[in-house]
């Protein structure tokens, strides 16, 4: 099927997903089918059929039930902050959604600062920038664990990035992330968003926490409140504020879930975009060709400059700040006392400063 096709097919489905109409109904049936799959699946985690690994440490798990980018792995970078800001030293696991597998390809991957987005993923390299914890990659949440506390012993908080889903790795906390299409039309894939069904029934002594990154949350839950910085940077770290880019058109590119709420924000913020490119998550760069060549400055979210930046270093990368809720703040500090109570001795979690 040409690309242009498949993009409108996948258009045309996820648009879908927002209401119940007949493309829904039709693909009903299937749903129900997915969701007795995944319930058989949960309960053969939970019945012990399929064992399951607990880390020695609590573990808080960010992810979503809605499919497409939420905003997860932002949370999990102010979560990281969060934690290392009150003493503790969390380390952090990720799938590393996109990365090249296969042959030759490490079954566990270290994350540092030399690695090549498209071994380790376009998220996890992302987050080791923006935090320097120590993360660790693999298709097994629990092999990454593994291998991430015995190099990094001193670890005493891991966090998962996405994995809601994987119960082959306990967990003591999960935090669920919601955007503004909510649950959608309420049905699970393929006729709708979810993943799986909601409302959601964490594991037995898991407290689950959520959390919506939009404007108009759907439900009750905590809020997260995101905004664009008021400069980029490119990738030697220059910094030219908002104030000289709206000086002239822009080229903008975003390979990231909802691409448009990019592009939105800069517009919002009085920037010019002659051109934008909308591409797939974790879409690769290695042989992309800026649309505008030389002529105009090309701007991109700071998940894409990871690897934008191997061959356009003067793609300017657009910084994204994250506020969550005092009362998030509350409810996780105290989640993970009791998870520390549960599984060991007790975290000496301070005061946090008004």
């Given at each position: 099927?040409?690309?242009?096709?498949?993009?409108?097919?996948?258009?045309?489905?996820?648009?879908?997903?927002?209401?119940?109409?007949?493309?829904?109904?039709?693909?009903?049936?299937?749903?129900?089918?997915?969701?007795?799959?995944?319930?058989?699946?949960?309960?053969?985690?939970?019945?012990?059929?399929?064992?399951?690994?607990?880390?020695?440490?609590?573990?808080?798990?960010?992810?979503?039930?809605?499919?497409?980018?939420?905003?997860?792995?932002?949370?999990?970078?102010?979560?990281?902050?969060?934690?290392?800001?009150?003493?503790?030293?969390?380390?952090?696991?990720?799938?590393?959604?996109?990365?090249?597998?296969?042959?030759?390809?490490?079954?566990?991957?270290?994350?540092?600062?030399?690695?090549?987005?498209?071994?380790?993923?376009?998220?996890?390299?992302?987050i080791?920038?923006?935090?320097?914890?120590?993360?660790?990659v693999?298709?097994?949440?629990?092999?990454?664990?593994s291998?991430?506390?015995?190099?990094?012993a001193?670890?005493?908080?891991?966090?998962?990035?996405d994995?809601?889903?994987?119960?082959?790795?306990?967990?003591?906390?999960?935090?669920?992330?919601?955007?503004?299409?909510?649950?959608?039309?309420?049905?699970?894939?393929?006729?709708?968003?979810?993943?799986?069904?909601?409302?959601?029934?964490?594991?037995?002594?898991?407290?689950?926490?959520?959390?919506?990154?939009g404007?108009?949350?759907?439900?009750?839950?905590?809020?997260?409140?995101?905004?664009?910085?008021?400069?980029?940077?490119?990738?030697?770290?220059?910094?030219?504020?908002?104030?000289?880019?709206?000086?002239?058109?822009?080229?903008?590119?975003a390979?990231?879930?909802?691409?448009?709420?990019?592009?939105?924000a800069?517009?919002?913020?009085?920037?010019?975009?002659?051109?934008?490119?909308?591409?797939?998550?974790?879409?690769?760069?290695?042989?992309?060709?800026?649309?505008?060549?030389?002529?105009?400055?090309?701007?991109?979210?700071?998940?894409d400059?990871?690897?934008?930046?191997?061959?356009?270093?003067?793609?300017?990368?657009?910084?994204?700040?994250?506020?969550?809720?005092?009362?998030?703040?509350?409810?996780?500090?105290?989640?993970?006392?009791?998870?520390?109570?549960?599984?060991?001795?007790?975290?000496e979690?301070?005061?946090?400063?008004?």
């Open positions: 099927m040409p690309l242009a096709a498949r993009r409108t097919l996948r258009a045309t489905l996820t648009e879908s997903w927002l209401s119940r109409s007949t493309l829904t109904w039709l693909l009903w049936p299937a749903s129900l089918l997915y969701g007795a799959a995944v319930h058989v699946r949960h309960w053969l985690y939970a019945c012990g059929a399929i064992a399951v690994y607990r880390a020695p440490v609590p573990v808080v798990v960010v992810g979503n039930v809605a499919v497409g980018g939420v905003g997860k792995t932002p949370v999990v970078i102010e979560i990281v902050r969060h934690l290392r800001a009150r003493g503790f030293r969390p380390g952090v696991l990720s799938r590393g959604y996109g990365r090249r597998t296969g042959p030759g390809s490490a079954a566990v991957c270290a994350v540092t600062a030399a690695s090549d987005p498209a071994e380790a993923g376009d998220e996890p390299a992302m080791h920038r923006a935090t320097g914890a120590p993360v660790f693999a298709s097994a949440r629990s092999r990454a664990a291998a991430l506390l015995a190099t990094h001193d670890t005493d908080v891991l966090v998962c990035d994995g809601l889903q994987h119960y082959a790795l306990a967990r003591d906390v999960e935090v669920c992330v919601f955007d503004d299409r909510g649950i959608g039309n309420g049905f699970q894939l393929p006729a709708g968003l979810l993943r799986e069904a909601w409302p959601r029934t964490p594991p037995p002594g898991v407290r689950m926490l959520v959390l919506h990154t404007n108009s949350p759907a439900f009750a839950g905590f809020r997260a409140y995101r905004t664009i910085a008021q400069h980029a940077c490119d990738a030697h770290g220059t910094v030219v504020p908002f104030d000289v880019l709206r000086a002239a058109p822009l080229c903008a590119v390979g990231i879930g909802q691409p448009q709420i990019f592009f939105d800069l517009r919002s913020q009085g920037l010019r975009l002659e051109r934008v490119e909308a591409l797939p998550d974790h879409a690769d760069f290695s042989i992309w060709t800026n649309p505008c060549g030389t002529n105009r400055r090309l701007v991109c979210t700071e998940k400059a990871v690897k934008l930046w191997r061959t356009h270093p003067q793609a300017l990368a657009v910084p994204l700040h994250v506020r969550l809720d005092d009362a998030f703040w509350d409810a996780f500090d105290q989640a993970l006392q009791e998870a520390s109570l549960s599984s060991g001795p007790a975290l979690i301070p005061h946090r400063e008004p």
